[in-house]
């Protein structure tokens, strides 16, 4: 198996081995992704509820959706009845530092509230990721330290001197266990329009006091995969976001994390992160991406709504310390 380490060269970088279609990988498995290609080792499995519009039936929630007509507006802020969570494996990962200038996956894709000051300061760990089973293409390799990535020999060691094993360290174990509220993957919300695929994952990261007041908040993660043929490109955001307090915002905005991204056949798929902050403990977003074709002509790729969920957690004392893991 090689991969492209470089634009001008390849090299061999392991043994590939037969995807598993329902048993899980362990913690250590090295990969490489199947949609973004990048080099990559498992460290932690979750189990979350996959909430897949596309094996619903839409009916008349769709129309609605079509004529932009108020009843799309109030059918958004939750899923229709039948659309229900089936259970599926994700897996967290480190990423190859080789590899990130060469895919198109925000590499910061994990954040916290930092513990040391009440400002409600957002920091990332960079080189983590979340990867749905499927997306795992499995291989073995021979070299010493086969993940270039800061946190590879903190979190991993090897099961003996001449094994190509690699499993948890104390260190993966208790980061995890300290840190499990905010790296928890619990709902995976899906839809696809006109072969735009949209894949959402919400995390609630902690909240902050600020002025006698609470602020809740969360980042949420979204994939758009190209599945047809013929390139779009991404032109802008259009989002609803509700609060429990009773609040509706829209927000409009060019393309997505300053970027227009173009959707090709060799460069189907976009990952990135993004955050958000409500006063009170609940609410929900939705919204749409307009999607520009090669001829000019758009439509309105569809964001499945999902819910934005607290936890009864005390982020005085259980977010995690931003110089930890530096």
């Excluded at 990969?31 to 909430?51: A, N």
């Excluded at 229709?80 to 060469?102: A, E, F, N, W």
């Excluded at 930092?114 to 920091?123: F, K, P």
Aim: proline fraction near 6%; charged fraction near 25%.
């Amino acid at each position: 198996m090689t991969c492209n380490r470089k634009a001008s060269r390849l090299a061999e970088v392991g043994l590939l081995e037969a995807p598993r279609l329902q048993e899980k990988y362990e913690t250590g498995q090295l990969f490489l992704h199947r949609i973004f290609g990048y080099r990559g080792v498992i460290i932690f499995p979750w189990v979350g509820k996959v909430f897949d519009r596309d094996l619903a039936t839409k009916g008349d929630v769709a129309s609605d959706l079509r004529k932009g007509n108020d009843l799309a507006d109030k059918s958004s802020v939750s899923p229709p009845k039948d659309v229900k969570g089936r259970t599926h494996t994700y897996y967290q990962v480190l990423i190859d530092t080789r590899d990130m200038s060469h895919i198109r996956v925000g590499t910061e894709s994990v954040t916290f509230l930092s513990s040391q000051d009440s400002r409600g300061t957002l920091y990332s760990i960079p080189g983590l990721d979340y990867v749905s089973h499927e997306d795992i293409l499995p291989y073995q390799s021979t070299e010493t330290s086969p993940i270039e990535n800061h946190l590879f020999e903190r979190f991993l060691k090897k099961t003996s001197p001449e094994s190509h094993i690699w499993s948890a360290t104390d260190t993966l174990r208790e980061w995890q266990r300290k840190n499990h509220p905010w790296l928890e993957l619990t709902d995976v919300h899906k839809e696809t329009t006109e072969n735009m695929r949209v894949t959402v994952m919400p995390f609630y990261i902690g909240s902050r006091e600020v002025q006698q007041t609470y602020v809740y908040w969360w980042r949420y993660c979204i994939r758009l995969e190209k599945l047809g043929t013929g390139n779009v490109q991404l032109r802008e955001r259009h989002w609803r976001i509700f609060s429990l307090s009773g609040t509706l915002e829209t927000v409009r905005g060019r393309g997505i994390v300053g970027k227009e991204p173009v959707f090709t056949k060799t460069q189907p798929a976009f990952q990135y992160t993004s955050h958000i902050s409500l006063q009170a403990p609940s609410g929900h977003m939705w919204g749409t991406f307009k999607m520009e074709r090669e001829d000019g002509s758009s439509f309105e790729c569809r964001i499945p709504p999902f819910s934005l969920e607290s936890k009864n957690v005390d982020p005085l004392t259980t977010s995690p310390n931003p110089h930890e893991l530096s």
